[in-house]
Structures are given as C-alpha cells and as structure tokens.
Antibody
Framework: QVQLQESGPGLVKPSETLSLTCAVSGGSITEYYWSWIRQSPGRGLEWIGYIYYSYSEYTNYNPSLKSRVAMSIDTSKGQFSLKLTSVTAADTAVYFC??????????????WGQGILVTVSS | DIQMTQSPSSLSAYVGDSVTLTCRASQTIGTSLVWYQQKPGKAPKLLIFGASTLHSGVPSRFSGSGSGTAFTLTINTLQPEDFATYYCQQSYTTFPVTFGQGTKLEIK
C-alpha cells in the first residue's frame, strides 16, 4: 500500500522560503505524477503542481504560483520536495502531498499524505 | 482556469436520508470529474472518478452522474460516517487542476 508522509518546518517567517518533503513508501516513485496541494479556509483546496520522473524530471505548476514554486525529486531516497519562495501570510495552509491514480493519469489522487500545517508568521 | 462551483455550500440531513450534491464546471469537461470526501483533520478521500466510477472500497450507496458542465453526487441511505465535507475536482486539464469550494454535509 502506497503511503506518503510530509515533513518540514511548521513555522516560516514572511519573505522566507517554505520547504517541505514528502517521503514515499510502498511503491515506486518513478513513472507516477506526484503533486502538492494545499488547503486553507480562505482559498479552499489549491493545486500547487506536480512532478514526474521517468529518465528525466518534468514539472507543471499552477500559474498563480509558478514564479515562486520549485519541485524536485530524489529517486534514491524515494522522496520529492516543494519549495515556495517569498511567502506571506496568504501561504499559511495545510500542505498535502499526493500521488496520481496511475502512471497514465496526472489529474486525480487516491493517495494523500496526512498533511502538514505551515504557518507564515514572524 | 476551469472554475468549479458546488451547491449547496452546506446541507443538513438525517441518518437514512438520501441526498444529492451538485457541482458545475465553468466550461465543458466531459466526464473528467472527481469527488472526494474529507473529514476534519484528514486528507481528502477519493470516492468517484470519471464522473461515475466508484473508487475501490467505496460503498455502493455513493453514486455520481453527469457530463459536460453539470454533475451530481448522490448518497443513498446516509450513514453516520457519511457526514463530512465533499469536494468536486475537474481532471480535464492540469493547467491547473481545480477544486470546488466544498459542500458540508451535517447531521440533523
């Protein structure tokens, strides 16, 4: 059974970079689409983007966040990561990592991490 | 972006009732519609994809229908564990993926 686990700081200062990692167990990290999705009371569920690895990395980010987002994948460690720069209070949210349904679809998610609350505050 | 609009935003019902939740897309998405259930403090749980295909392990009292821009999720014979928030999501395009704002189903 595929399991995902987010980790990272729960508190980030304004203007700094939010960095999270998602550890994957129970399945291959290659040839699947791995996404970050966040949830806040004000913005609801917001898709941040995905990363896909098969011989090389491919990423796709939400245009609303594209200038501040970077995702990467470490196949040797079975994990992928999110960096969000220049954060503000509006980036306070629960951040989920998720895996797409199959290697052939990128757009919906049966596998989710439990979520990690990240608060942006000085 | 494709906007997803859910109605109602909240709904009260009794155990044993049947309820229908609605989701509308701002443009046609075929049957690329997904439903999730979320309980407080938990991640969303996949219920239905392709507008009407029940995900593995989901009880048959859940059903989905629709195509184009209008979709419904019906829950028959509500059980206590069904009281949660339900989200729709379009999987038609990942440029970007978008979710509805949710319908909170509360016990009456």
């Amino acid at each position: 059974q595929v399991q995902l686990q987010e980790s990272g700081p729960g508190l980030v200062k304004p203007s700094e970079t939010l960095s999270l990692t998602c550890a994957v167990s129970g399945g291959s990290i290659t040839e699947y689409y791995w996404s970050w999705i966040r949830q806040s009371p004000g913005r609801g569920l917001e898709w941040i983007g995905y990363i896909y690895y098969s011989y090389s990395e491919y990423t796709n980010y939400n245009p609303s966040l594209k200038s501040r987002v970077a995702m990467s994948i470490d196949t040797s460690k079975g994990q992928f990561s999110l960096k969000l720069t220049s954060v503000t209070a509006a980036d306070t949210a629960v951040y989920f990592c998720a895996r797409a349904f199959s290697p052939y679809t990128s757009g919906f998610y049966p596998y989710w991490g439990q979520g990690i609350l990240v608060t942006v505050s000085s | 972006d494709i906007q997803m609009t859910q109605s109602p935003s909240s709904l009260s019902a009794y155990v044993g009732d049947s309820v229908t939740l609605t989701c509308r897309a701002s443009q046609t998405i075929g049957t690329s519609l997904v439903w999730y259930q979320q309980k407080p403090g938990k991640a969303p749980k996949l219920l239905i994809f392709g507008a009407s295909t029940l995900h593995s392990g989901v009880p048959s009292r859940f059903s989905g229908s629709g195509s184009g821009t209008a979709f419904t999720l019906t829950i028959n014979t509500l059980q206590p564990e069904d009281f949660a928030t339900y989200y729709c999501q379009q999987s038609y395009t990942t440029f970007p993926v978008t979710f509805g704002q949710g319908t909170k189903l509360e016990i009456k």
